[in-house]
Nanobody, 119 residues
Framework: QVQLVESGGGLVQAGGSLRLSCAAS????????MGWYRQAPGNQRELVAD???????NYADSVKGRFTISRDNAKNTVYLQMNSLKPEDTAVYYC?????????????WGQGTQVTVSS
């Protein structure tokens, strides 16, 4: 069974930084598109950023210039560096892994990590 385990969430003041990590196991990590999604109460889950096996990245407009996604294939880990955090970034952040870059229909998901940004 594929496992994705997120860590690094927490409470931070606006303007602060957090770094999320997602460790994957039981997958051939370097062929997967890895992504970070988030879901705030009352909202749908939305893409934050993803990174392909070739290190191409994609970001939501709301986080461009503030967040950076990266991956370490040797450690089977994907990261999300979040800077200049805003209260509207508050959400549960989920790690995902998928083979098909066009859909999340068959993606694997982590359990989520809470990020709370206070004003």
């Amino acid at each position: 069974q594929v496992q994705l385990v997120e860590s690094g969430g927490g409470l931070v003041q606006a303007g602060g930084s957090l770094r999320l990590s997602c460790a994957a196991s039981r997958i051939i990590f370097n062929v997967y598109v890895m992504g970070w999604y988030r879901q705030a109460p009352g909202n749908q889950r939305e893409l934050v950023a993803d990174i392909t096996s070739g290190d191409s990245t994609n970001y939501a407009d709301s986080v461009k210039g503030r967040f950076t996604i990266s991956r370490d294939n040797a450690k089977n880990t994907v990261y999300l560096q979040m800077n200049s955090l805003k209260p509207e970034d508050t959400a549960v952040y989920y790690c995902s892994a998928r083979r098909d870059p066009t859909t999340t229909a068959r993606a694997y998901w982590g359990q989520g990590t809470q990020v709370t940004v206070s004003s």
